[in-house]
């Protein structure tokens, strides 16, 4: 086997393919806070095998996941393969079965009723159940100690629709899980699922609308009452993908719409407001103001995937794309269908997080992966071209916005935000981030004050290894980790899933 000759598969995203752990990681600069105790897990694609039709899109990688335990100062390194429905098929064949990206018209006979999806967006911690998710498909339970896979969840059959998105919302007032699922009764259907679990996992409250047009809906916004569903025209289309097209196209002459819908009550309508096409991958948060909803997310004029090209086969126009952290607002007091988009950061960015103490309220402070305006070129992008050489928080209240250079031929990945034991501020955290280091092909996790973010790092660990771009990333807390470790469960059922198979 050997990977094609293609830039996705090359220098610092040349597939990781390894499956390791390191006990105490060597810390280069500064020391791991004491306080810091729990597990940052992240996930991202590492493709098990060269694609199927000698091409494929970055996105669509075998599902890793990543899992650094800080436990008395020090941190552990874990790294497995999410064992999906996928993953287990093509390496008992010993070879790639599935061709593009959510086509089954492309893949092999022998996987015809095996799901595709590949868990490789993000990863949940709610319920007690650590998921790996990817948009397309159900979650995958996998264990948050050793990281073995327990199998796709259903919660018990509940979940009706065919798929889950990949950022679902906890509410901090409840601890209970926002979610949803689009292309909800098959691939490029508009239908739209709608789903609360409470604290504990269970499914309580669920409810079906139709999309304007059958689209990506990867993110979405929630405040304490409603839904916001931005819907960009990134379309799909079955005759078009039995046809051969990529499964998203962009189409800038169709408009875009924000779907809003009042949480949790049965009679609820989904009321789209509309204007021009915009393009936003992200939700960094959502709340309500004096009748008004307010949804922060980086936003371009244009797609940013080169890889899903316009319909009309105009050239992917790199500058349209870029985006920034903006703030689209609707008027819930006004007949009017219109809203308003005002730019929030004037540096290009994505990858936004905050503390999710504040998820859903009206909040201070957003972090985000900022691209600087000089750059080097020679640099490998992210995903989209992208190149993150900074961190950013952004002061909703001041507008001022504190940045940490993450150093020269380097770039960041997406931080996440840890708060400190027993603060009730918000903001008062570490922010944990993995920054590529092209020079040395090597991958770094730098420790940073969330509220001092321009000073040196608290603490910089060296990895042994080179950890390719991956997507989002979640935090379990020691507290849980320990009563996770006292379930003996999870491994009966690990051992449900895998017996008899060596993988
Ligand atoms: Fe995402």
């Not at 000759?5 to 806070?33: N, S």
């Not at 897990?41 to 996941?65: H, K």
């Not at 959510?102 to 996987?111: A, G, I, L, Q």
Request: net charge negative; hydrophobic share 35%.
């Amino acid at each position: 086997m050997k990977f094609p000759d293609l830039p996705m598969y090359a220098g610092f995203q040349r597939p990781g393919r390894f499956e390791a752990d390191v006990r105490d990681i060597e810390v280069v600069q500064g020391a791991i806070p004491h306080d810091l105790d729990g597990a940052f897990y992240r996930v991202g694609p590492d493709p098990q095998f060269p694609p199927l039709l000698g091409t494929d899109i970055p996105l669509n990688g075998d599902g890793m996941v990543s899992m650094f335990r800080f436990e008395n100062g020090r941190a552990h390194f874990r790294n497995r393969w999410v064992r999906t429905p996928k993953f287990i098929a093509e390496r008992e064949a010993g070879e790639p079965l599935f061709g593009a990206y959510r086509n089954p018209f492309t893949d092999d006979p022998r996987v015809a009723n095996v799901c595709g999806g590949t868990a490789n967006t993000n990863v949940l911690w709610h319920g007690g159940k650590l998921l790996a998710l990817k948009e397309d498909s159900h979650p995958v339970e996998i264990d948050p100690i050793t990281l073995d896979t327990i199998g796709p969840w259903s919660y018990d059959g509940a979940l009706t629709s065919e798929t889950a998105t990949a950022h679902p919302k906890i509410d901090p007032r409840t601890g209970s899980l926002v979610f949803f699922g689009y292309a909800a009764r098959g691939e490029a259907t508009n239908d739209i699922a709608y789903y609360e679990a409470d604290a504990s996992g269970n499914i309580v409250f669920e409810k079906w609308f139709e999309a304007p047009y059958s689209a990506m809906l990867h993110d979405f916004g929630v405040t304490e009452n409603y839904l916001i569903f931005p819907l960009f025209p990134l379309v799909s289309d079955l005759q078009r993908l039995k046809d051969g097209h990529p499964y998203f196209e962009w189409n800038p002459e169709k408009p875009m719409y924000l779907g809003v819908v009042r949480r949790r009550d049965p009679e609820a309508k989904i009321n789209w407001y509309v204007g021009p096409a915009r393009f936003a991958s992200h939700t960094m948060n959502a709340f309500e103001q004096d009748g008004k909803l307010h949804v922060d997310m980086p936003v371009g004029d244009a797609c940013v995937f080169p890889f899903f090209p316009e319909i009309n086969g105009a050239d992917f126009d790199p500058d349209a794309a870029v985006p920034y952290v903006s703030r689209w607002t609707i008027d819930l007091t006004s007949p009017s269908t219109d809203f308003s988009l005002n730019r929030l950061c004037d540096i290009p960015g994505e990858f936004p997080r905050i503390d999710e103490r504040s998820s859903t309220l009206g909040y201070r402070y957003g972090f985000v992966c900022l691209q600087e305006t000089v750059q080097d070129p020679t640099l490998p992008g992210s995903f989209t071209g992208l190149r993150f050489s900074k961190l950013g928080r952004v002061d909703h209240r001041t507008g001022e916005l504190t940045t940490h250079y993450v150093g020269d031929a380097s770039a960041t990945q997406e931080p996440i935000f840890v708060p400190r034991p027993n603060s009730v501020d918000e903001g008062d955290g570490y922010l944990l981030v993995l920054v590529n280091r092209y020079a040395e092909m090597r991958s770094d996790l730098l420790i940073l004050d969330a509220q001092r973010l321009d000073e040196e790092p608290v603490a910089t660990l060296a990895l042994p290894l080179r950890l390719r771009n991956g997507l989002h990333s979640t935090w379990i807390s020691g507290e849980d980790l320990t009563a996770a470790e006292a379930d003996h469960s999870r491994l009966e059922r690990t051992h449900a899933h895998t017996a008899g198979r060596n993988l």
